[in-house]
């Protein structure tokens, strides 16, 4: 297939500057962005994760009176087009970020307790023996064992026959407590989207709404996300990414990069509060910023959200250095941030946030997204080649 890849610049005050064609490469004075910016090795790097096997990727960046996206490949293989900025995907675990903000927000509003444990609000979810609180929750630090471990879908072929399978979070609470505890609750971190389908049952029996319509109300609503929604069936509405998975080898699953399945519509892999949310790169952007920049929380909230727990050596390898309410925070290689990271049959996504990004436009964020997962190894280095440059310029 061949590589497509452009970058455009653009001003925060919505003018376009000369985008070029398709098969262009943009330049730093021709675009937009400051001078030192290496945009034609940033596209680079993500032509170099189109080369490895996955159809598209883009990368999104907003920094002070700047906005600039870079893109490869397609956005569906039956497609011409690229990437585009405007295009919705299921961004997976970072649904965990918005789901978090919603509950410190009931929090504050003293419908819900940081430290209190999930039995208060949700008698019989957890056995007596795991005396779980919110806070545990949040920060994966609960003991629960994760419940992808044991669902039974270990191929390309078990995800294509259950695509549309629907099941309950209290189906996939109970399949992790059959196996749990893997630790004390709040000894130590392990990551777990069981954590956030009990936050999931917690927020809609303590408010009696859906957990869609809380987040409507607390975020999408409030900040005019107009491409974000909590999905109620398999499609994607309006303009998206086609995301793909590949088929199996004999003695290898998830390896066939020549055979690639179309995931787009799915039920089974999308894990309600832990992993969901549609959205796209500008909502995103919006999210962050309003977040980071107390549009969404007070002051000592977000100093609450912020406060990290170490986390362990896989994720520490990934550049993660610890893990907060929702959030975590990174080290890129040239200074701390703030995001998160999600994949889900189909899409991978990484997003990060400076700690002074606003809704004034200060600071920096950055949206990367690439329409496969899992990913080939290959992949792996062109894609945090293609965020070290977005961010780092380097």
Same mark, same amino acid.
């Given at each position: ?86 295009? /919705? ?15 410190? /927000? ?13 039995? #208060? &609000? ?56 059959? #196996? ?15 954590? &956030? /389908? ?31 929604? =909590? ?28 055979? %690639? ?15 969901? %949310? ?8 919006? =999210?962050? /910023? ?11 909230? %977000?100093?609450?959200?912020? #406060? ?87």
């Amino acid at each position: 297939m061949k590589n497509l890849a452009i970058w455009v610049g653009l001003t925060l005050c919505g003018c376009a500057s000369d985008g070029g064609s398709a098969e262009t490469r943009g330049s730093a004075e021709t675009h937009g962005s400051t001078p030192h910016d290496p945009i034609n090795a940033t596209v680079g790097a993500l032509d170099d994760v189109v080369a490895a096997g996955p159809p598209g990727a883009m990368l999104y960046r907003s920094r002070p009176n700047e906005m600039s996206y870079g893109s490869s490949g397609r956005a569906a293989t039956n497609s011409n087009s690229l990437p585009d900025l405007y295009d /919705r995907w299921r961004i997976a675990s970072v649904t965990k970020p918005f789901v978090a903000t919603v509950v410190l /927000r009931l929090v504050e509003q003293g419908v819900l307790e940081l430290d209190a444990a999930v039995e #208060r &609000y949700v008698p019989g979810l957890l056995p007596a023996s795991m005396p779980i609180t919110l806070r545990q929750l949040l920060n994966h630090t609960s003991g629960l064992a994760d419940y992808h471990d044991f669902d039974g879908l270990e191929s390309a072929a078990d995800f294509d026959a259950r695509r549309l399978d629907a099941p309950s979070a209290r189906d996939r609470i109970a399949l992790a407590v059959e #196996r749990s505890p893997v630790a004390k609750p709040g000894a130590e971190y392990h990551y777990t989207d069981t954590n &956030y /389908r009990v936050l999931e049952v917690v927020l809609e029996t303590a408010t009696g709404e859906k957990l869609g319509a809380l987040l409507d109300e607390h975020i999408i609503e409030p900040l005019q996300l107009s491409d974000t929604s =909590f999905p109620s069936d398999e499609t994607i509405s309006g303009p998206h990414l086609h995301g793909y998975m590949p088929s199996d080898l004999a003695d290898e699953p998830f390896a066939d990069q020549a055979h %690639l399945i179309d995931y787009t519509e799915q039920t089974v892999d999308q894990t309600g509060g832990a992993g969901a %949310l549609i959205s796209s790169a500008s909502d995103i952007d919006t =999210f962050y /910023r309003a977040l980071l920049g107390g549009k969404l929380l007070s002051a000592p909230m %977000l100093r609450e959200m912020q #406060r990290t727990v170490p986390v362990d050596e896989d994720s520490e390898a990934l550049g993660t250095t610890g893990s907060g309410l929702g959030i975590e925070s990174w080290d890129l290689g040239c200074g701390e941030v703030w995001g998160h990271g999600g994949s889900t049959r189909g899409y991978t996504t990484l997003t990060f946030a400076s700690a002074d990004a606003n809704a004034e436009g200060e600071g920096a964020t950055l949206v990367l997204v690439i329409t496969q997962d899992p990913l080939p190894p290959a992949a792996y280095e062109p894609t945090l080649r293609a965020v070290n440059l977005g961010w780092c310029g380097k």
